[in-house]
């Protein structure tokens, strides 16, 4: 298990009125997810809120390791829409699939195996009874459960709708040629500073006239262009990086990020010191995959938690290692 930094400094730092929250995509159960909801959970202080996205594309998929083989992908849903407003698939449906999940367990070769099929039909009769509605409600329901944690939480779409959020995209939009210049410079920085080579990572730079917001026309979504998109429309919804720059400037003074979404809080906070000229408040990160490529001489992520964030001692990795 990876927490950076250590939980006792998670505590020190928050206060009993800050509001402190996670999110992440409605799915499948995952533990390594699940560790930042149970964290949240287990603080002993803040106004705790646990977010479920579900703006992104709908995909509700995993993948079975096979012995000798590379793994299998399966998945229940997967489509361009996004999971916002999709109701869950018929019940025969979701049975059909944890029987073949059962199955691609039952033949992977891989040891421990067959000890998950109990767990898999536990998680798949909790997701078939909460069914019958929307699927993100079905999954954030069903993940809460399993995990043991408050079934209390809220849906991003529903936060986009209120004035803070209105605020924060006409802000953007209104400037948005310094915001893109300090956006595409501070990601040239990350990539200098860890010797990035790959062109969308750890996202692309915004074009021409580009925002970094999706537009959702027929329940899909597209790239924004300023002129080509109403910034007080509900269909205009964050892209990553916009999502925890709102999340952490308008709604919660702590979050807890994944190994993912840490590393881009390097480029996060310099657009809030840079545009919003605002400190950032604290992030913290928590994961049960400690390793991000499998090197073994790496013990962190390279991630840095610098400014407002609470920042540990972490080497950057070697040349070998980028």
């Known amino acids: 298990m990876l927490l950076v930094p ?7 730092r928050i206060g009993d009125d800050d ?3 996670t999110a992440h995509q409605p799915g499948f159960f995952n533990a390594g997810v699940a560790l930042k909801f149970q964290l949240l959970d287990a603080l002993p202080r803040g106004a705790k809120t646990r977010i479920f996205i579900d703006t992104d594309r709908a995909v509700v ?3 079975v390791p096979r012995g000798g083989g590379p793994p299998e992908r399966m998945a229940l849903l997967e489509s361009d829409a996004i999971l916002r407003d999709l ?9 059909d699939f944890f029987d073949r999940l059962e199955g691609a367990l039952a033949r992977s070769g891989i040891p421990g195996a067959a000890g998950c099929i109990p767990r898999v039909r536990e998680f798949g009769a909790i997701l078939r009874r909460r069914g019958g509605g929307l699927l993100k409600d079905a999954l954030a329901g069903a993940f809460l459960e399993y995990a043991g944690l408050p079934g209390d939480y809220v849906h991003l779409s529903n936060l986009l709708r209120g004035e803070p959020y209105r605020a924060f995209v006409l802000r953007i939009f209104d400037d948005d040629a310094r915001f893109r210049d300090i956006f595409n410079t501070a990601l040239g920085e990350f990539r200098e500073e860890f010797r990035f080579r790959w062109r969308r990572y750890p996202f692309p730079p915004l074009g021409e006239g580009e925002l970094p917001f999706w537009v959702v026309r027929g329940g899909r979504r597209e790239r924004c262009f300023k002129g080509a998109a109403d910034p007080s429309s509900d269909d205009i919804i964050p ?3 916009t999502l925890t720059l709102f999340l952490r400037l308008h709604l919660l003074d702590f979050f807890i990020h994944g190994v993912g979404g840490a590393n881009y ?7 809030i010191e840079r545009f919003f000229l605002e400190r950032p408040p604290p992030y913290a990160a928590a994961s049960r995959t400690r390793l991000l490529d499998g090197s073994p001489e790496r013990d962190l992520p390279f991630f840095y938690f610098d400014r407002g964030s609470l920042r540990p001692e972490v080497e950057r ?3 070998e290692e980028r």
């Not at 250590?6 to 020190?12: A, H, Q, T």
């Not at 109701?87 to 049975?95: F, H, N």
């Open 6 to 12: 250590p939980f006792d400094e998670w505590v020190s």
């Open 19 to 21: 509001r402190v929250g």
């Open 239 to 241: 892209r990553a990086v």
């Open 265 to 271: 809080e390097w480029i996060g906070d310099r657009l």
């Open 61 to 63: 998929a995993l993948k």
């Open 317 to 319: 990795p070697g040349p």
């Open 87 to 95: 109701l869950a698939p018929p019940d025969a449906a979701v049975r």
